[in-house]
């Protein structure tokens, strides 16, 4: 079964940038399709950046120009930099692997369509 673990969270000033990871172990076929989402207090968990088995990626508007993800197939680690953090982004970050995450697999913002989660991992931007 497909684990997935976050780190890298952290409290920043606005302005500040950190850079998440995921590592994933347990699975038996490599992972090409992945997420990150956020989910902060009272609101509904969103999508923020995904990439596809093309190494494709695609961000959504709040985050666009300032986050930038990507993967280590070799480390099997997905990571996300964040840069230019705003109060606004501060949310517990997920990532997260499709039900099917193979070759040719695609990604969505519903997180509905996932169906692996790390623990998350907390962001903190203060003005």
């Known amino acids: 079964q497909l684990q997935l673990m976050e780190s890298g969270g952290g409290s920043v000033q606005a302005g500040g940038s950190l850079r998440l990871s995921c590592a994933a172990s347990?699975?038996?076929?490599?992972?090409?399709?992945m997420g990150w989402f956020r989910q902060a207090p009272g609101k509904e968990r969103e999508g923020v950046a995904l990439?596809?088995?093309?190494?494709?990626?695609s961000y959504a508007d709040s985050v666009k120009g300032r986050f930038t993800i990507s993967k280590d197939n070799a480390k099997n680690t997905l990571y996300l930099q964040m840069n230019s953090l705003k109060p606004e982004d501060t949310a517990m970050y997920y990532c997260?692997?499709?039900?099917?995450?193979?070759?040719?697999?695609?990604?969505?913002?519903?997180?509905?369509?996932?169906?692996?989660w790390g623990q998350g991992t907390q962001v903190t931007v203060s003005s």
């Open positions: 347990g699975f038996v076929s490599p992972i090409y399709c």
């Open positions: 990439i596809d088995s093309d190494d494709f990626t």
């Open positions: 997260a692997a499709p039900r099917y995450y193979g070759r040719g697999c695609r990604t969505t913002y519903r997180a509905y369509d996932y169906n692996s």
